[in-house]
């Protein structure tokens, strides 16, 4: 059902709004509306423009609690607003200390491990870099040449050329390695490797050893370096987890002062000669609001005015659906058509009894009733899932259809139906012949819902006031005395009684067909509208026309689509009896392991048919004739109550 909504203000000196959010508001569930321009009638109104002094703390909150590892930590509320910063302060502090030596630690193995990779393909070399480096009489340039290069390279190696190169590693691409000259042939030799294209590379001063060692004395101090970080990412942790609790009090407390101090956007401030003070203004639910006026009674510090019939200049309330904890699940199909709204009828328990009770119509098996309402429901238990809840409710009208049709895992031979077999149940009728009895259920249970759905129709319209479509329209009075009678007149043919004479016809079958045709003028007079229509007579006819053939379009599409309910129950019973005769059944030597795997194939396939189909029946057969779903969701500024 939907609550039903007061629109109030709450007014007091502006230094008391963080205490009413703190001691009352957050008691309550209410939607606040921007007070500035919801009270239009009130003069010198201001808005707020401090800026929040929790959203900082909050957010460092937030990452120290992100870095807690998985446990089940007690969040420790005791601490007040001035400990709750400092905490919050003074953790900042000390971590942002570690993330920069962290930081630093990690530049330096940056460092380092460049250097290694600068030094590593001259590893095969076996020369001191220090001594090399400081030769007074020759001169040594490491470097990388390409392949092609070096091929030409070794041409001037084998000629005149007083130099020595080493090779190092090599790849696809480049040799690593260094040439020795002379000083007093350094010059020549650097003009002929530079026409090669040596790319040289320098090392920083300090090195001793060969490269070999030098490598593994860079490697040596980045495994120093790698267990400094962890024991710094040791103390973080240590940090954090030493406040554990407390920081997880620290977040809930700084998000509901955070929430409240929001507020401010919502509310307006009226500044007088002397004080200055605050408006709230917003809806809440009836019941919240007689125990909040209950609550404020005795506090003169806080003023409260309940306004009535709001909606009228305000705009419509919000929704909010309240139902019980076994039609909960299925508020979900409602959110996905559209909310209720205020003036409409909640939907949710219709659609919970109708959805389940034709799911279980067209699935009916005993076995994967049961393991659809087992699963589904732990599910549901563990994860809170909807769906899982929807699904669970679902499979106990499985079970329960199964034991009327005599299915347990697709095996029709081990109980009774109870009442009969969907792919055996025959009925004759006239002109028509023999035809499977549950096409003709399915048909007259559409037409019965189809009856209902137009009741529901006729009080959301006498719920908003609008006599046109309550009397007049199709889903109305007039489509009701029409769809119904004629229902009446095709059971009594069916059935073999007299059907009603040709004056009741005219009168119950046309007359209804004239307030189709004349809803508008109609509608214009009982509402006392001074409205002419537009349009010609000849384009009033033949709009009217059409309208009148879609109309009874959607009669009979409405009512044969009910067909797939009779469609569904006897394909299941037909796809099982594929499953049984695959597994050997028939042959008296059961293959178990097929048996399984058609049951949960059938079980999973169809049933996620079933369910679209369900869910397809609800919103185009039956929503299509009573329900809207123009509400707007009711969001509260604190969702601590729930």
């Not at 629109?7 to 009413?20: A, Q």
């Not at 050329?161 to 650097?190: H, M, P, Q, W």
């Not at 106990?396 to 095996?411: E, N």
Request: with cysteine; aromatic share 12%.
């Amino acid at each position: 059902m939907i609550v039903k909504m007061k629109f109030l203000s709450i007014s007091g000196p502006r230094t008391d709004i963080d205490r009413v959010c703190e001691v009352y508001l957050s008691k309550y569930e209410m939607q606040l509306e921007n007070a500035v321009t919801e009270l239009k009638t009130t003069d010198n109104l201001l808005p707020f423009v401090e800026v929040n002094p929790y959203k900082d703390p909050l957010a460092k909150a937030e990452q120290f609690v992100q870095l807690l590892p998985e446990g089940d930590f007690h969040a420790d509320l005791s601490l007040d607003k001035e400990a709750v910063i400092k905490l919050v302060r003074d953790m900042n502090h000390d971590y942002l200390k570690l993330v920069e030596k962290k930081e630093l630690l990690k530049k330096e193995k940056d460092n380092l491990t460049e250097k290694a990779n600068v030094m590593e393909p001259f590893m095969p070399l076996e020369l001191d870099i220090g001594k090399v480096m400081k030769y007074q009489y020759m001169q040594a340039r490491f470097g990388r040449i390409s392949i092609d290069y070096y091929r030409r390279l070794e041409k001037y190696l084998f000629g005149d050329l007083n130099v020595l190169f080493l090779d190092g590693t090599r790849n696809e691409n480049y040799v690593y390695g260094c040439y020795v000259a002379a000083n007093a042939d350094i010059s020549k030799v650097d003009s002929i490797f530079n026409s090669l294209h040596f790319e040289r590379i320098t090392f920083e001063p300090g090195y001793m050893g060969t490269p070999a060692v030098v490598c593994e004395d860079l490697k040596q101090s980045i495994k120093e370096i790698n267990q400094k970080i962890r024991e710094v990412d040791k103390e973080i942790d240590n940090l954090v987890n030493s406040h554990a609790s407390q920081l997880l009090g620290a977040r809930k407390i700084l998000e509901r002062l955070s929430n409240n101090f929001d507020v401010r956007k919502k509310a307006a401030r009226v500044e007088e000669e002397q004080s200055e003070t605050y408006i709230l203004c917003g809806w809440m639910g009836e019941e919240d609001v007689e125990a909040l006026l209950k609550e404020t009674e005795k506090d003169s510090r806080v003023f409260i005015m309940v306004e009535e019939n709001r909606e009228k200049y305000f705009g419509n309330p919000p929704t909010k659906l309240k139902n019980p904890k076994l039609f909960k699940p299925f508020e979900m199909f409602i959110r996905m058509y559209g909310l209720p709204a205020h003036n409409e009828l909640d939907p949710t328990m219709f659609v919970a009894l109708t959805y389940t009770f034709i799911f279980g119509a067209m699935f009916g098996d005993v076995g994967q009733g049961l393991c659809l309402f087992v699963s589904g429901g732990l599910l549901y238990l563990i994860k809170k899932v909807n769906l899982a809840g929807i699904i669970s409710i679902a499979g106990l009208f499985s079970t329960f259809f199964g034991f009327m049709f005599g299915s347990i895992f697709g095996f029709e031979d081990i109980i009774e139906a109870q009442w009969l077999r969907p792919t055996e149940a025959m009925m004759n009728l006239p002109f028509v012949g023999q035809l499977n009895a549950v096409f003709v259920i399915a048909i007259a249970f559409g037409m019965v819902l189809n009856l209902l759905v137009m009741i529901f129709n006729i009080l959301n319209a006498a719920k908003a006031h609008d006599l046109e479509n309550m009397l007049f329209s199709h889903n109305g009075l007039a489509g009701f005395v029409f769809y119904g009678f004629l229902v009446l007149t095709i059971v009594l043919f069916m059935s073999g009684h007299t059907v009603p004479g040709n004056v009741l016809l005219i009168i119950f079958l046309g007359g209804p067909v004239l307030c189709f045709i004349f809803k508008e003028p109609l509608g214009n007079l009982v509402e006392k509208r001074n409205k002419k229509i537009e349009e010609s007579k000849g384009m009033f006819i033949v709009q009217a026309f059409f309208e009148l053939f879609e109309t009874m379009l959607s009669y009979f599409s409405n009512t044969i689509s009910y067909v797939r309910i009779g469609a569904f129950a006897v394909s299941h019973a037909a796809m099982m009896g594929v499953v049984l005769m695959l597994s050997g059944v028939s042959e008296g030597h059961t293959n178990w392991v097929v048996m399984v795997l058609g049951n949960i194939f059938v079980c999973g396939l169809e049933g996620l048919v079933v369910g679209i189909q369900v869910l397809r029946l609800e919103y185009y057969e039956m929503f299509s004739r009573f329900y809207k779903g123009s509400g707007r969701e009711f969001k509260p500024f604190n969702e601590q109550s729930k």
